[in-house]
């Protein structure tokens, strides 16, 4: 089946600092690949995406690669803020999304 | 523009009361499914539904019913409530793959649900 393996958080950072949160996945057929955030008491919103194999997807200063050869998906960011404070979440859709568990992100000032 | 809403935002209930969770969307997407949202579990899908009268079961269907009348909404009903459902819902619609912007699934703000 498939499945989205993400790094375990939390994830505590500097204003300033640079983020990686590292996803990998496991899929059958050509998957497309996603970032969502889930800011507190809030639902998911989508924060990128990436829909075929050495695509960027990148938004608000975060970016992630496609990378077919290591099946990955790693969230980048080269100076986090504390309104940057969230949970992230890794997924795949082939015919459903499928989830990583989320990485709590928090920066502080 | 409403999105995706959900109804009510907070829920208790007792063991084996029953109850439904209101879901609707105005974006007029084919595809809308329910989630929930485990502390360490990231989501995970319950049931969802390809269009009206078609629905089909997700990762952890058991306990939970849904039906899909029309192509707006989409309710979830748990027929006799269980300590194990407490949990946080999340409805989400989206167009079907291959449509423009297909994929991107658009989430309601959630249902805290406890279970006493």
């Known amino acids: 089946g498939n499945s989205v393996t993400q790094m375990e958080g939390p994830v505590t950072l500097s204003e300033e600092a640079f983020l990686t949160i590292n996803c990998t996945y496991t899929a059958t057929g050509y998957p497309s690949l996603f970032w969502y955030v889930q800011y507190p008491g809030e639902g998911l919103q989508l924060l990128l995406k990436a829909t075929k194999a050495d695509d960027k997807g990148s938004n608000k200063g975060f970016e992630a690669t496609y990378r077919k050869e290591t099946t990955s998906f790693h969230l980048e960011k080269g100076s986090v803020q504390v309104s940057d404070s969230a949970v992230y979440f890794c997924?795949?859709?082939?015919?459903?999304?499928?989830f990583g568990s989320g990485t709590q992100l928090t920066v502080l000032p | 523009n409403a999105g995706v809403t959900q109804t009510p935002k907070f829920q208790v209930l007792k063991t084996g009361q029953s109850m439904t969770l209101q879901c609707a969307q105005d974006m007029n997407h084919e595809y809308m499914s329910w989630y929930r949202q485990d502390p360490g579990m990231g989501l995970r899908l319950i049931h969802y539904s390809v269009g009206a009268g078609i629905t089909d079961q997700g990762e952890v269907p058991n306990g939970y019913n849904v039906s899909r009348s029309t192509t707006e909404d989409f309710p979830l009903r748990l027929l006799s409530a269980a300590p194990s459902q407490t949990s946080v819902y999340f409805c989400?619609?989206?167009?079907?793959?291959?449509?423009?912007?297909?994929?991107?699934?658009?989430f309601g703000p959630g249902t805290r649900l406890t279970v006493t």
């Open positions: 997924a795949l859709i082939v015919r459903q999304l499928t």
């Open positions: 989400a619609s989206s167009y079907a793959p291959g449509a423009s912007g297909g994929y991107e699934q658009y």
